[in-house]
């Protein structure tokens, strides 16, 4: 190498400016929003008198009716029993498929492949949609709720842990495999007690949104505080709506503070 | 010599430990409380067993090949509410996320005020919302759109403040030092840094807004979900199968996507 | 008959890189041999094979006459302990757990994975921790100790294990001298008081002068020296530390007129 080799300069340009996509990028979302608010026929005319009839109409709700408070207690009693139902039933399935499904723990690629995709098949699945299918087969109740509960965030549940267990660190698994553990030790040795605090978070955060769906599953029959909100809102009975409304924010908002204070101690 | 002195827990006394045990047995007694309540019967569980494999197979069925362009222009229009919900929620999130982090807010009044805001918003499902502006603004894509925006707002307002509450100070500081405003600040110096995060956030958000979309045309609020009960209800099965997988289909295609571009994101962006 | 037999042994991994180049050793029952070499020499990956963590491209190693494969990795892991550079501990176990992983080949899975361990096994385990001098630490958090005290967990693990081979790799590697001093001397006295072979990867000639009965020297895949301490003289050390197509390496002679 020889200095002199650097020497022509003057047939050295800067290299062109690499062109700024941004506008470009701005443009093109802002065309294909149009085209879907054209397609999707919303007219800002009624969006416009929507607003303005909005305020007449969120104060129908101003009073809450709360004549049969200890009944709407008791609906979301249900829900929260659902939700904790789906809860626990996801774990199950979540602690058994998730090793199985982590890269690092499998023991053989295709025992990989069959639990990713029995994961994804269950993630795939709205709940609602598992939940029709299980009124259909159980008939009304909750039970076929929890289950479609458990379903769904069992695939949310197993792809997280699988997830945690594959960050889990090499050595540590190498450590307790050199020892000559099989894979249900190694699980339960090097997996778990790793991410352990990962997991219980995974695990409150499903609760939480659990019990937001819980509410809903009602809509579809499966038990629970939704069919009844769905009734008053059907009959205009916005006093009985309201409370109803409110109870629900009420609770959710409770567990939401003691799964965040949960959590808070668990870090 | 009995099982309880040979075998023993790797703790001092022998015994698991007592937040443990005390958990498990909560957890126990919990769901032994509420197993009337949710009616868990595991003999009726086993006997719907069979009941169930009948209803599956009942769903192979030939598919109704004739409502294929309606099944098609109904998950289109589930997938434009989607796109169009989450983009109106990307835009009001950003003021949002703004005065809901510790660090950007105006007033500690406000901050507190926001993040109460944003909580309310995300309390409710989107299908509790879908119903209440069902019977503000009339059946629709509308309410369903808005019932979307109005939720993720709660969830991205809250995922934006907290992304700006932990960017680096100094680059903050550095901004400030060469005679930024306050709205300057905030533009220039918190957002790029928080955006990172905020790509991977949309993307869960995608995810979940369809899923949901799926299901608001329950309430009458547009997508394919009206299809879905209506089939249900009059048992055309050979139409629920194609909307099963149509919904399987999309959400799952979304999936790899989502976790290509996170992982893209997260390891580097290769040219 | 050898502890271990290592027959024509190549590994070359999935990138290409050509970690063994043909290796060939007999490690007598009860020695103490130390595996010397530059970083990249294929020391690490010749122990990893021993313990089935890796498996030869061609060759074959054999433990105590067994061969070891993938099917029988479970009884051969059984009798070969793995001590390793950073330890490798699981963080959020206690001590005496960790130590405890030791006997998880011993037994089946059914009660184990409750954490469930018999009496026998509290007792190995006691008496594992007692010979590394740290009964005291047992019911810690493996990731509140020192360096030190985690490698000698590690080999209390080992210990735990009651193997008839035990494979450091690169044991003192992240440790101060003082306690590189303590873990080589625990792995002597184990070695010397139990019978158990005792193969070790070290970076310090030092070291391996003074605690090794054998020494065995690797340069780019290959063993280029094998001997007892006293035949490893300075001109050997040249062979073994000598860097590809360097022929006059000033920093090398440096580096060993220190050793």
Redesign the interface.
């Known amino acids: 190498m020889n200095i002199h080799d650097l020497k022509p300069a003057r047939s050295q340009t800067l290299p062109p400016k690499p062109r700024n996509p941004i506008p470009v990028w701005v443009t093109a979302t802002l065309a294909v929003l149009w085209l879907i608010v054209w397609d999707l026929e919303i007219s800002f005319e009624t969006l416009a008198y929507g607003v303005e009839d909005m305020g007449e109409y969120f104060s129908r709700y101003r009073q809450p009716d709360f004549s049969n408070l200890s009944r709407y207690l008791e609906l979301m009693g249900i829900t929260l029993a659902t939700a904790l139902w789906g809860t626990v039933f996801a774990l199950l399935v979540a602690f058994f498929l998730a090793p199985l499904a982590a890269r690092n723990f499998a023991p053989s690629p295709l025992a990989y492949r069959i639990a990713r995709e029995m994961l994804n098949f269950m993630r795939a699945m709205p709940d609602l949609l598992l939940a029709l299918i299980f009124v259909a087969a159980l008939g009304l109740g909750p039970l076929p709720g929890a289950l479609a509960l458990g379903v769904h965030t069992a695939g949310f549940l197993g792809k997280f842990f699988a997830e945690s267990l594959e960050r889990v660190d090499k050595g540590v698994c190498e450590g307790v495999a050199s020892t000559g553990a099989n894979f249900p030790q190694m699980v339960m040795y090097a997996g778990w007690p790793s991410i352990l605090r990962e997991a219980m978070g995974y695990v409150l955060y499903i609760l939480d949104r659990n019990v937001r769906m819980a509410s809903v599953l009602g809509l579809v029959g499966a038990g629970g505080i939704g069919l009844a909100l769905h009734d008053t809102l059907r009959l205009f009975d916005y006093g009985q709506s309201a409370a109803l409304i409110l109870v629900i924010l009420a609770t959710i908002l409770i567990i939401d503070y003691a799964s965040a204070w949960l959590r808070g101690r668990l870090g | 010599m009995t099982t309880v002195?040979?075998?023993?827990?790797?703790?001092?006394s022998?015994w698991?430990p007592l937040p443990l045990v005390g958990g498990v047995l909560a957890?126990l007694c919990?769901?032994w409380l509420?197993?009337p309540?949710?009616?868990?019967?595991f003999v009726?569980?086993i006997g719907?067993l069979g009941?169930?494999v009948g209803?599956t197979g009942q769903m192979f069925v030939t598919p109704d090949w004739n409502y294929v362009p309606q099944l098609l222009a109904k998950m289109?229009?589930t997938i434009?509410?989607t796109?169009?919900g989450t983009?109106i929620a990307i835009v009001l999130s950003l003021p949002m996320g703004i005065l809901a982090a510790r660090n950007a807010t105006p007033h500690i009044a406000v901050y507190r005020l926001t993040r109460d805001v944003l909580?309310?918003m995300r309390?409710?499902?989107e299908?509790?919302w879908a119903?209440?502006f069902v019977?503000?603004?009339?059946l629709?894509?509308?309410p369903g759109?808005m019932a979307l925006a109005f939720v993720t707002v709660g969830f991205m307002g809250k995922f934006f403040a907290e992304a700006i509450e932990v960017v680096d100070r100094k680059a903050v500081e550095g901004v400030r030092a060469h005679g930024a405003g306050w709205l300057q600040v905030r533009l220039f110096a918190m957002l790029p840094q928080a955006l990172p995060d905020f790509v991977g956030t949309v993307m869960y958000i995608l995810d979940h807004n369809l899923?949901?979309a799926?299901?608001l045309g329950?309430?009458g609020a547009?997508g394919i979900?009206y299809d879905?009960?209506m089939s249900?209800r009059l048992f055309q099965y050979d139409r629920l199968l194609l909307i099963?997988l149509a919904?399987?289909l999309v959400?799952?295609l979304l999936?790899r996507a989502s976790d290509r571009l996170r992982s893209r994101i997260i390891h580097g962006k290769q040219a | 008959m050898s502890a271990i037999s290592i027959q024509s042994v190549t590994k070359r991994f999935p990138n290409g890189f050509e970690a063994l180049k043909g290796i060939d050793a007999e490690i007598k029952s009860g020695s103490f041999t130390v595996v010397l070499g530059p970083s990249g020499a294929g020391k690490s990956t010749l122990l990893r094979l021993m313990n089935g963590l890796e498996t030869p491209t061609s060759g074959e190693v054999r433990i105590g006459g067994e061969s070891v494969d993938a099917h029988k990795l479970r009884h051969i892991r059984s009798k070969v302990a793995m001590v390793f550079q950073q330890f490798n501990l699981v963080d959020r176990l206690s001590v005496v757990t960790n130590v405890l992983t030791g006997r998880l080949a011993h037994r089946s899975w059914v009660g184990s994975v409750f954490y469930l361990f018999r009496k026998e096994d509290m007792e190995i385990a006691q008496e594992a921790l007692a010979r590394v001098a740290l009964t005291d630490k047992a019911w810690n958090r493996a990731d509140k100790l020192s360096g030190g005290q985690q490698q000698r967990v590690g080999i209390a693990r080992a210990l735990a294990q009651q193997p008839k081979v035990i494979l450091a790799d690169e044991p003192v590697a992240s440790l101060d001298p003082v306690s590189s001093e303590e873990i080589m001397a625990l792995l002597r006295e184990i070695c010397d008081r139990d019978g158990i072979t005792v193969v070790v990867n070290l970076h310090q000639v030092e070291l391996a002068r003074r605690f090794a009965d054998r020494i065995i020297g690797m340069n780019s895949g290959k063993i280029v020296f094998d001997g007892n301490p006293e035949q490893m003289t300075q001109s050997v050390l040249r062979t073994i530390y000598q860097r590809e197509g360097i022929e006059d390496d000033n920093s090398l002679d440096m580096a060993l007129a220190y050793a």
């Open positions: 002195s040979t075998w023993r827990w790797p703790t001092p022998g698991p957890l919990a769901l509420t197993a309540i949710v009616e868990v019967d009726r569980l719907s009941k169930m209803f289109l229009e434009e509410m796109i169009l983009a909580s309310l309390a409710l499902p299908l509790v119903l209440v019977s503000a603004v009339g629709g894509p509308l759109v899923r949901a799926a299901i329950l309430v547009g979900g879905l009960v249900m099963a919904i399987y959400v799952t999936d």
